[in-house]
């Protein structure tokens, strides 16, 4: 473990030089030090890094926001990540945990403790459900190798549909949560993320089956389903690649062309946004979620009137759309 490189955050210098004291006491004598969390993501698009812990709450950028971004990264997707703070709320547990948080380390540190979290997470030792899961994974890429495409759908079908879904574990995360259980919900909420990651991958890979056996249409439909998971865990980069991939496949989709302009949306790329939306609207012109999500969008941008004058557009193609109705009377009163 002593070549291990550890990236130590916080914007708190005396914190900072306390902790990298005490991981060095621990046997982990190679640690790059940085005073935010800025600075922690240039060293680490420089360097190897196989460990991280940052501060929780820092002014610049939070720990949270930090662990957000390495999350979506491919090369930083499972570099192990732990959080450190005087005082985890249930709700700072909960959205580390959504995120995939590795650990929560509490101040004054129990070096034991940190000592046996690190340790672990550097071997990383998979439990046994994360390493059925690889395995059946890797069977599925195995048969599409061999041409085996009827047999490959099998597999990364059961793969989705097994009991030991992420739903099941972000529930269990959940639960020990409100127990009090933090350390038990971080286990929990980090073994739901993984799932989730992997099951986005099987269904992506299902709609590349689906395509080579020329089926488009549930090749659309699984790779589609796949960018959406990769959207709800915050993988940007990753959903955007599957949308894009799926329309050179020349394919003319409402919900493809929709979705990218709530992930344009999402990056802040407006006009990018829109013309995805517009795009939409070709396909569908009497779809009332499209006229509301560019009013969402007018909204992001300030720009009250256009907004309004969207969600009425909405309104008119489903006079009983209640979210629109409410966005409108809350333009009306003021309030956004």
Known sequence: MNDKQILLVNDDKNLLNQLDNIVRKLGFNHTLLADGADDAWVIMKNR???CII??????????LALLKITRREDRSLDIP????DKAFTKLKVIKAGQIGVTGLFVIPYNKDVMSTKMVSALENIKEPVIRKAHETFDHGLE????????KAIEVFTSLVNQK???EYYFNIGYIKTSQGKLPEAIEAFSMATRLDRLFARAYEEMGRVYK???DLEKAEEYMHLAAEIYMDTDKIGAAEDVLNEILESGTDSLNVFNTLGVLYRKKGETELALTQYAKALKVHPDEPYIYYNIGRLHLDLKDTAKAKQYFGKALEKDPGF???K???KAIDLGIV
């Open 81 to 84: 990540f732990f959080l450190t």
């Open 212 to 214: 080579l056996m020329g």
């Open 322 to 324: 209640e979210e629109a």
């Open 54 to 63: 940052s501060a929780y709450e820092m002014k610049e950028m939070t720990g």
């Open 164 to 166: 030991d879904n992420p």
């Open 48 to 50: 190897q890094i196989d």
């Open 326 to 328: 409410q966005v409108i």
């Open 143 to 150: 048969l599409i190798e061999k041409k085996e495409y009827d």
